[in-house]
């Protein structure tokens, strides 16, 4: 079987760094190499009201921004369907027959879910559709029978849910449904990319990202705002660059050309890194260089989001035209997975003929 990819984000704000570096740019490789027979992106708006119910303009108002970001990191709509979650009511329907197959205990047991839960204050008061979104996110996967999910690591406990789901619908029903496998990023560091407050995952949600349509000047301020080794207080003192946020984004941003352009008094980042554990290294030029390191990458996102937000007719036809593509491709799975239940009452004279046949005259 060929590679089918999907993928997705919450329109629950705009995309930051972290979803670059732990998704988007593993979606733009994957589609530069060419090498799949179908590729989708979805924005998860069903799935971003289940914690947003009470605030639906929010998630309306996001879902351009988030398209606006994927057209801006380089997704190409000419290779990839990017389409709108609730407006493909067949994965609200298998959503509904998956339910079966999963107990509430399994889904409490869901890591991601748990601090996802706690984080949002919902101790005794979880929405069940909250609690269920490891289950849609299920049927999003399989609806397109994706087998490569280009993800952050927050995603693995969904995707193992995915294919426990995936085993127990075909031992049941037959083999109808497909087992997929995250595509996630190389370096360890970028699988779950802190937040400038160097504590949590950054994160939409949590107000301590960097976006990618933030302007020059504002990236400039939340990078002079992190958080570096507070022991190192004056320039001469030793610093520490285990858990500072500023080489840590530097391990996943910064290479040999950045120090050439930028600070060349240093090769590479093992010197800069050397010099500052042994003090004489103040954190203002260590932002800096970071500063400048980020906007080489993050300048020509900027540019592309501009020429989109002048082109919105282009961005509507996009959503709209990979939508109902989408609408389409899910559909077939759902008559598969209704035909596998039994529940196909009417697709054929099979039905017809068994009703018959029951009560046929002796
Ligand atoms: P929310 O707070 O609304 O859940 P989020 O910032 O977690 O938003 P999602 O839309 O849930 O973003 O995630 C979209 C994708 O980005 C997922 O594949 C997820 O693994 C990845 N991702 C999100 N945050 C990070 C991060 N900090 N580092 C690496 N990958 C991330
Ligand atoms: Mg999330």
Redesign the pocket.
């Known amino acids: 079987m060929g590679k089918i990819i999907l ?4 329109p ?2 705009r995309l ?1 760094i ?2 670059y ?3 988007l740019r593993n979606r733009v490789k994957l589609q530069n190499e060419e090498q799949y027979d179908k590729y989708y992106i979805m924005v ?1 708006d069903a799935q ?1 009201l289940t914690d947003n119910f009470d605030n639906p303009q929010k998630i309306r108002d996001n879902v351009i921004e988030v398209v606006l970001d994927y057209l801006s990191v380089g997704i190409d709509p000419n290779k990839v369907v990017i389409f709108l979650q609730s407006e493909v009511s067949a994965l609200t329907e298998l959503t509904f027959y998956y339910m079966n197959l999963v107990t509430v205990a399994r889904l409490l047991r869901n890591p991601t879910v748990k601090s ?1 839960i706690s984080m949002r204050g919902f101790d005794n008061t979880v929405p069940s559709g909250f609690l269920n979104y490891p289950i849609s996110q299920t049927a999003d996967i399989t609806a397109f029978k994706a087998n490569c999910i ?6 693995l406990p969904m995707l193992e849910q995915c294919n426990e789901i995936v085993r127990k619908f075909n031992s049941i029903y037959g083999d109808v449904l497909v087992e997929c496998e995250a595509y996630l990023p190389q370096k360890e560091a ?6 400038i407050d160097g504590k949590s ?6 107000g301590n ?1 960097i976006y990618l349509a933030d302007t020059k000047e504002e990236v400039a301020r939340k990078v002079m705002l992190m958080y570096t080794d507070p022991d190192h207080i004056k320039v001469s003192d030793p610093g520490k660059v285990e858990g500072n946020i500023v080489f840590l984004y530097l391990d996943i941003f910064a290479n040999d050309e950045h120090f050439k352009k930028y600070l060349p008094e240093y090769q590479n980042l093992d010197e800069l890194k050397n010099k500052y554990r042994a003090g004489g290294l103040g954190d203002v030029v260590i932002k800096k260089f970071l500063i400048n390191v980020l906007e080489e990458e993050l300048e020509p996102i900027r540019e592309r989001r501009h020429y989109y937000e002048n082109h919105l007719d282009e961005v509507y036809d996009i959503i709209k035209k990979g939508t109902q593509q989408a609408i389409e491709d899910a559909n077939k799975t759902l008559i598969d997975v209704k035909k596998a239940i039994g529940i196909d009452y009417f697709s054929n004279q099979q039905f017809y003929l068994e009703i018959n046949d029951k009560y046929k005259q002796g």
């Open positions: 993928t997705g984000d919450r629950t704000g930051h972290g979803h570096v732990g998704s998860a971003a996802e280009p993800v952050g690591d927050d995603q970028e699988r779950r990319v802190p937040g995952k950054m994160s939409k949600s949590l990202a």
